[in-house]
């Protein structure tokens, strides 16, 4: 994994995760000893203000190892491969390639996998009620058609 900036005032950054094969090398260590391979997280790499996004790989047959739920956080789960399911306030969901689940901050959640390969996903979480403008009103498109070179 490594980290690229723009030269010119870290007007932007770049972050090489890795393959999705290699996610499962990520360890998240958890107060109190909990810790959960196949997460790795991309908010303090890339500096991000407005979201965070987690790269998640879970071996079949794993759970988190834990519940949880935030604050002031909704997560937007985006499932890219294997079968699972998630427990979201006692309530059992089945996931899969191509399932994307939002959870609003309070819902007590975890997730595991029932399939007999990786269950990768992508999650992002960002403050529930924050989003002002999406593409549409907040893209700005320049008259000028890109440059390669």
Known sequence: ?????????????????????????????????????????????????GVEVSLNAMAPGQSVPFSHAHKQNEELYLFLSGSGEMLLDHEIVKVGAGSAVRIKPEVVRC??????????????????GSLEQATRSDGIVPPDPPRWP
């Open 1 to 49: 994994m490594s980290t690229a900036t723009n030269p010119n005032e870290n007007r932007w950054l770049l972050a090489e995760m890795g393959s999705m094969a290699s996610w499962s090398d990520f360890v998240l260590e958890r107060p109190g000893g909990l810790s959960m391979r196949g997460k790795g997280f991309l908010g303090q790499r890339l500096g991000l203000t």
């Open 111 to 128: 997730w595991r996998n029932t399939g007999e390969v990786p269950l990768t996903c992508v999650v992002v979480q960002a403050k529930a």
